[in-house]
């Protein structure tokens, strides 16, 4: 599990970071520890980080950072993050989520893994990871998830046709739902998405759709 040290970053408390590889599926059956706690961690840490490099780094109103840093800390962004430290083949999970190693885990990972930074080595250290992996995406423009829902809505305006979002499915126990939304235009169904959020649900059917290049 040396997949940090490339960042210069060598954790010290090696159960901490495999608890940060851990899934549920697996926790419930050999008894330990899951990641569920570091990802809320971490996904705070993200926040801060970003938000500090917004700040610091681009003029923008309160209101374009806050769109800005939503598309940068989604689940799609973190997906690709996740890419770029190549830590999937480290992920445990339990036998019947062996073959579903899905894009969700990969992204909870990414944001258990800065939490577990954070608490061995501190802000720093998950800044230095922030640094060399999430800010080359802002830099190079990389388009994620919080931009589909607004590239969609610019072209349903440019036809003047109406856009709804509709939430079809809730899954899940309360502190882990899934949502599942689809998109409808003109009372047609042009994609569907699911996330941890209606929110993130939604940005995923604008996607869905967008991708199909829906004729609008």
Do not use: W
């Not at 939490?115 to 720093?124: A, T, V």
Request: hydrophobic share 35%.
């Amino acid at each position: 599990m040396n997949f940090l040290e490339k960042y210069g970053i060598k954790i010290k408390n090696k159960e901490l970071l495999l608890t940060a590889l851990t899934h549920s599926s697996y926790s419930n059956e050999h008894n330990c520890k899951n990641y569920e706690r570091l990802e809320f961690l971490g996904d705070a840490v993200l926040q801060i980080l970003m938000s500090e490099y917004l700040y610091e780094n681009k003029n923008l109103s309160e209101g374009e950072m806050s769109k800005t840093r939503a598309s940068y800390v989604c689940e799609s962004a973190c997906v690709k993050y996740a890419q770029l430290i190549n830590y999937k083949p480290y992920i445990r999970v339990g036998h019947g989520q062996i073959n579903n190693i899905n894009d969700t885990i990969v992204a909870d990972i990414f944001e258990s893994i800065m939490g577990c930074i954070y608490l061995d080595q501190g802000l720093s250290a998950a800044r230095t990871l922030f640094r060399n992996v999430v800010i080359p995406c802002v830099e190079n423009h990389s388009v994620f998830l919080g931009d589909y829902k607004s590239k969609l809505q610019e072209l349903v305006q440019t036809t003047k046709k109406s856009l709804e979002y509709r939430l079809v499915n809730e899954t899940g126990p309360a502190h882990d739902k899934i949502f599942e939304v689809e998109v409808v235009i003109e009372n047609i169904i042009y994609g569907r998405g699911k996330g941890k959020s209606k929110k993130e649900a939604e940005q995923n059917a604008a996607k869905d759709a967008y991708n199909k290049q829906a004729k609008v």
